[in-house]
């Protein structure tokens, strides 16, 4: 069993970096122009020609109200109307990558994500899983993880009912905060029954999974109201939380210019925030996965990290990286084989691209060798908190301490100062780095050198 994590204030203050959250190496930073439809045609003919099982990532962007924290893909409106047209483009879609694959090849995982899926009606839902049913193969015994993001707002008992119906047993439920006053602040009323009322259906429709997302930096939050709030989200007894740190970047992300910056916690509270989220989470029971998340110690993801297995993609840490991801809908990214491809994310171009029975792939990248060995160094340490050097020069035909020289310097002082342990054989991340990951990662990023740092939040 993996050591916990510890609390280290200076380390923290040393290191906590903007940068990279790895859900992919390289980095969507780095998507280019250069990759269309072509790409991704080649890429799919080769997933069939190897069998290798799918994941799907359906994005749907709509979403009735505005949150003001939100950086995520989405359109704000009331219109409901507005569905019908983008399900029509998004069909075709489904068609024309699902004929350049076989139908014999298992979706393992499934998500919908948003925006607020649940913004489309039961019919919307029902006609779109038939459409995915009838491309690609969905597996009927309940063996795959199929998930979707849920707005408690937008959900009652019928809606989840309807879900299970439909196959999926897994959901995330946004909830971020439970104070009413930080609810105003960032313009997302949602109370603690409503929370509740789902998370009793989905327990009593026996879904398999339940995650509650949680965002520390929020205006007007302080410790004792966060702390509040966690603790009234470990009596719901999710198997899964994620705690994520609010990075206000109001030039990036238009929403958030409604935030007052004077309103937001300070450094150090913020600080403050996720040290007693963290005793507050162990203390229940919980385990401490990485990059903002928690699972139950019964959970696929603790398990999956204590047999090594754990991995990391689009969709975040997963038990189905082995998988080919293909991202539907507007602004979505798929990575196939060594092909990473995002459809544009601007809505009219989406549809209308496909309108003309073309796909709305707009740029992406294809990995080269250096990729491909520094995303497997990345992988084992973002997940596992461990790498071994001969696992790296088996598959990759290198020496690895040769090949790295240079980083050296880095890695040293980093075990210095504590963050690791470092010898010839093996880097380990010690508990008081586990907090720190991506700063690790980052020494192994050969393009962050090049980029602004402002385009990444904080490690903490």
């Keep these: 069993m993996l050591d916990a994590i510890s609390w280290d204030t200076d ?5 906590d970096l903007a940068g990279p959250r790895y859900t992919s190496y390289p980095t969507a ?13 080649h890429a799919l003919r080769d997933s069939r020609k190897t069998m290798r ?15 003001y924290y939100c950086a995520c893909n989405k359109v704000i409106t009331k219109d409901r109307g507005r569905a019908l047209p983008y399900l029509q483009r998004l069909e075709q879609e489904i068609q024309l990558i699902a004929c350049h694959l076989d139908p014999a090849q298992k979706v393992e995982q499934l998500h919908f994500g948003g925006g607020t899926p649940t913004f489309l009606s039961h019919d919307e839902l029902r006609q779109l899983m038939a459409q995915l049913r009838k491309h690609f193969n969905l597996l009927d015994d309940d063996s795959g993880d199929y998930g979707i993001e849920i707005d408690p707002r937008e959900a009652d008992w019928s809606t989840m009912g309807l879900l299970r ?3 999926f047993n897994r959901v995330s439920i946004g909830l971020q905060d439970l ?3 930080v609810q105003r602040a960032v313009n997302r009323l949602q109370s603690l029954e409503e929370t509740r009322a789902v998370i009793d259906a989905a327990r009593t429709l026996q879904f398999r999974s339940i995650n ?10 302080t410790p004792e109201n966060f702390a509040h709030t966690v603790d009234e989200v470990i009596n719901l007894q999710p198997d899964r939380l994620s705690v994520f740190n609010y990075a206000h970047l109001p030039e990036r992300f238009m929403p958030q210019r409604r935030i007052n910056s004077d309103e937001l916690p300070t450094p150090a509270q913020k600080l403050e925030m996720l040290q007693r989220t963290i005793e507050q989470l162990t203390a229940a029971g919980y385990r401490y996965i990485g990059m903002d998340h928690f699972a139950l110690p019964d959970d696929e ?41 995002q459809n544009t994310s601007d809505l009219a171009q989406y549809q209308n691209t496909l309108a003309t029975a073309q796909l709305a792939t707009c740029r992406g990248l294809v990995c080269n060798a250096d990729d491909r060995l520094r995303r497997a160094v990345i992988q084992q340490l973002i997940c596992n908190f461990s790498l071994e050097f001969v696992e790296i020069e088996e ?9 790295f020289g240079q980083l050296w310097p880095q890695l040293q002082t980093m075990a210095d100062d504590g963050l690791i342990t470092l010898d010839n054989e093996r880097i380990t991340v010690l508990p008081a780095g586990r907090l720190l990951v991506r700063s690790v990662c980052m020494v192994f990023d050969a393009y962050l050198q090049e980029l602004n740092h402002q385009r990444f939040s904080r490690v903490i």
């Design 165 to 167: 119906e439909l196959g």
């Design 301 to 341: 993801l603790a398990i999956a990290q204590e047999d090594s297995t754990l991995q990391r993609n689009f969709q975040g840490y997963t038990t189905h990286g082995h998988c080919d991801l293909i991202g539907l809908g507007v602004s979505a990214i798929s990575q196939i084989g060594d092909l990473y491809c």
């Design 395 to 403: 598959v990759f035909n290198i020496d690895f301490r040769g090949y």
């Design 212 to 221: 509650i997302d949680l965002i520390y930096g929020l205006p007007r939050q």
């Design 53 to 67: 099982p799918l994941s799907l990532y359906v994005h749907v962007p709509f979403c009735a109200n505005i949150c």
């Design 11 to 15: 380390l923290i203050r040393r290191y």
């Design 29 to 41: 930073v780095q998507f280019n122009g250069q990759v269309g439809s072509f790409d991704l045609f």
């Design 179 to 181: 104070d009413p006053a």
